[in-house]
């Protein structure tokens, strides 16, 4: 590995810029005796030269570092931390980490050929303001930092989004008290822009909603995640990290000795190995794993608890000439018998609008459709005491979502209890996602954030993310700054 660190200023020879960083673009090709300065491009070997002006541009600062990629005698990329999943988790602790320790070589490994596909992609898109967590929480505290990091991010880097607000509305007074309760919460939270009001006040800022009392939540917004998510990929490779997709993880072997041509030692213990024949070795590894970190946890020597199931929401579409419907988010009281938050209006950074979700057990751990169905995930789904438990639980609640999933009048009939004037024909069918629920054995919902290493010399240099529950994709960069510490305190970087 070679890193380019200029340690004087140097001044393009065309341009006239002032930088620590030599331009590639500007400045007279190299004598073949001199070695040329490059950047890795993502997921291959191509190279490409990088000007000062480029550096500028970016807003990245004269301590910009570019590397190349370091390989082993046998050819296989050499790295100091990999971090596996591409989704907005994982792509925000890269970015996070690659700012942090600039010296250092990274990776991202994602299975698919793009990135944020997969819980990202099929975000409803809300930006949470954190009202609904329990006081003093990390939830609470990761949400309210998080939304204040995305629309600082967003505005930087030019991310559409709006702050329609949000309406969470009660209906009939049994959930007034529990309104009453959410409010104070969001105040402890520090929750900012909070008020309660009426019904005149509610039609004034939805016309067709039908409501005694409401919580206004101002600050909470919209954007595409999967677009936020995308920048951070960028920024991480425009910092020097690389990222391979197409990357499919199925083990975690140790070297037992170094091959690396340039370190002596064992440097890379790691070796990461993904479906045909592609690997790569490295220091430590992070996972971010969403739908299958319960598996690739497993993959080091860590317990199977608590374990992934996957729960498929299906929305409705409203058509475009019934849009006026719905101004901004409308939200019902949360009813904590179920552990489910119950169908919403939900308008869309694109101009649509999604209505629902419902919530049902997906028989594909990345089913979107109705018809998915994977034999060895539903297996492992219905054969776990856990679920059992939870279904046993509130089987009559999932008997009407599993119903609602199918009919779409049924659906239609809850959303109706907040705007009245909505019709069946007025919908059409649309996308679906799949969230990760993890769950103990028990049966219980883990509601918070774990963190596991496996066991043996390979489980200590791998730090699993096991859960990152719902607002993830808000508190992203706000988890992101977490799980920098975490790693900090657990490898030493």
Request: proline residues 6%; glycine residues 10%.
């Amino acid at each position: 590995m070679f890193v380019v660190t200029p340690l004087t200023q140097t001044t393009c020879y065309i341009c006239r810029t002032t930088s620590r960083l030599t331009c590639l673009k500007c400045r007279p090709r190299p004598t073949r005796s001199r070695r040329k300065y490059t950047a890795t491009t993502t997921g291959t070997r191509d190279r490409h030269a990088v000007s000062c002006c480029t550096v500028r541009n970016l807003g990245l600062g004269p301590g910009l570092r570019f590397h190349t990629t370091r390989m082993s005698s046998t050819g296989v990329p050499e790295y100091d931390v990999c971090i596996i999943g591409g989704g907005i988790v994982g792509l925000a602790t890269a970015q996070e980490l690659i700012l942090r320790h600039p010296n250092l070589k990274f990776a991202v490994l994602e299975k698919e050929n793009e990135l944020a596909l997969h819980q990202t992609g099929h975000n409803s898109g809300v930006i949470h303001a954190g009202i609904y967590y329990a006081p003093g929480s990390l939830k609470a505290k990761l949400c309210v930092e998080g939304l204040k990091l995305v629309y600082e991010y967003c505005d930087k880097h030019n991310i559409n989004y709006e702050r329609v607000g949000k309406l969470i509305v009660a209906v009939d007074k049994s959930e007034v008290p529990r309104l009453e309760e959410l409010y104070q919460r969001g105040l402890v939270n520090n929750v900012e822009g909070l008020s309660l009001i009426g019904p005149d006040e509610i039609r004034e800022r939805e016309p067709y909603c039908k409501g005694i009392k409401a919580l206004v939540s101002p600050n909470t917004g919209i954007v595409d995640y999967g677009e936020m998510a995308r920048m951070f990929g960028k920024h991480f490779k425009t910092l020097g990290g690389e990222i391979h997709t197409e990357f499919d993880v199925n083990a975690f072997r140790q070297v037992n000795e170094s091959e690396s041509s340039t370190n002596k030692g064992l440097k890379c213990p790691i070796l990461v190995e993904g479906k045909h024949g592609k690997t790569v070795r490295c220091r430590y590894v992070i996972t971010c794993g969403g739908l299958f970190s319960d598996r690739l946890a497993q993959l080091s020597g860590c317990e199977p608890n608590p374990r992934i199931v996957p729960f498929r929401g299906d929305y409705l579409l409203l058509k475009p000439e019934k849009r006026h419907l719905v101004r901004g988010n409308i939200y019902p009281v949360p009813d904590p018998r179920f552990p489910f938050l119950g169908v919403h209006f939900t308008p869309r950074i694109d101009g649509s609008l999604w209505l629902g979700p419902n919530a049902v057990l997906a028989f594909k751990r990345e089913g979107y459709r109705l018809t998915d169905f994977n034999i060895s995930d539903t297996i492992n789904a219905l054969s776990y005491r856990g679920l059992r438990k939870l279904a046993y639980k509130h089987l009559i609640f999932g008997m009407k979502e599993m119903y609602r999933g199918f009919v779409k009048s049924a659906q239609v009939k809850q959303l109706q209890r907040y705007i009245p004037d909505l019709k069946p024909e007025d919908v059409t069918r649309g996308p679906s996602g799949v969230r990760a629920m993890a769950l103990g054995p028990d049966g219980s919902l883990v509601d918070d954030f774990v963190f596991d290493m496996g066991s043996g010399d390979i489980g200590r240099r791998i730090l699993h993310v096991r859960n990152a529950p719902s607002p993830a994709a808000t508190s992203s960069l706000s988890i992101a700054k977490m799980v920098a510490d975490k790693v900090q305190d657990s490898f030493s970087l």
